[in-house]
């Protein structure tokens, strides 16, 4: 037994000489992630403006926008295209409406056009416009109104479309020559959950001593949870090229009265590099340590 001993301090004493001879070094490295979407042909991109719902203490198309315009500026080589944020909701809701009348009324002209009573059509088209203007002003405030509403994914499904009309996007394009269009959804919406969570406490025992130890106990949370759908088109045709949907979710303590609007940015602040690594070519920084 003391010859075991005897080769295992050995050991040790080899061991910790040796340790104490290593040097640690920490090297600084970069890894490239290649972009997902090949944007070699374009020199421009639009942010147009987003279809929002959720929590109306937010205005998540506005700040959407304005966000991905400013990292853009920073973090891709094409040149941001500054205009108006569109309120795709309100339009969206507007083709909506607009879409069951203009599909019946060529039925409508070639049913009088058979009749052969010319003067009677001009007549008629004449007294019917100004009746059919007016209620534009009513219209494209039920418009808001129904923007407005977007609570949830479902309520999302009925303004899907718009993103389909390549006519609309491609109008777009030629306005703001031929650039790639970024567009999508994004539902900002409060959350809350309740259950065991862990936390940890200070104590201090019978001699005085803290320490720390973890504490499980039941607690309600609140929070926001932000899905955004990034869609990218073509502005030269009005064809969607990509898309990706992305989630993230932020609960707080009870206690703790964070703004939506500062837990809107947090949450962007972890979406921000996955819809950046589509456009560009992104670099993850991070070290290795070396022994020697």
Known sequence: ??????????????LLGSAACT??????????IQAKLDVAAFRRVLVAGF???????????????????????????????????LPLAELAADKAKTAPANSSGPSESTETS??????????????MAPQAQAPAPATVSQNAEAAAKIRNAKDLEKYQSIFA????????????????????????????????VQREQEVIDALGRRRVEPVREYMERKGFILQEKFIFIDGRSGAQIYSEALREERLYNQNDNTPALSSYFELMDEIIPRFLSTLSTQRVRGSRVLIK
Request: overall charge negative; glycine content about 8%; cysteine-free.
């Open 51 to 85: 279809i929002s719902g959720g929590t109306d203490d937010v205005d998540a198309n506005l700040e959407t926008v304005r966000l991905l315009r400013s990292q853009l500026r920073t973090k891709s080589g094409l040149r941001v295209i500054e205009a108006d944020v």
């Open 165 to 196: 009309d390549v006519a609309f996007w491609k109008k777009i394009g030629e306005e703001y020559e031929n650039p790639l269009i970024v567009t999508g959804t994004v539902l900002f919406t409060p959350h809350s959950q309740s259950g065991m």
């Open 1 to 14: 037994m003391s010859g075991r001993n005897g080769a295992a301090i050995a050991s040790l004493a080899l």
């Open 114 to 127: 058979a009749n052969g009573n010319l003067p009677k059509v001009a007549s008629d088209v004449q007294t």
């Open 23 to 32: 040097n640690f070094y920490e090297v600084p490295i970069e890894t490239p």
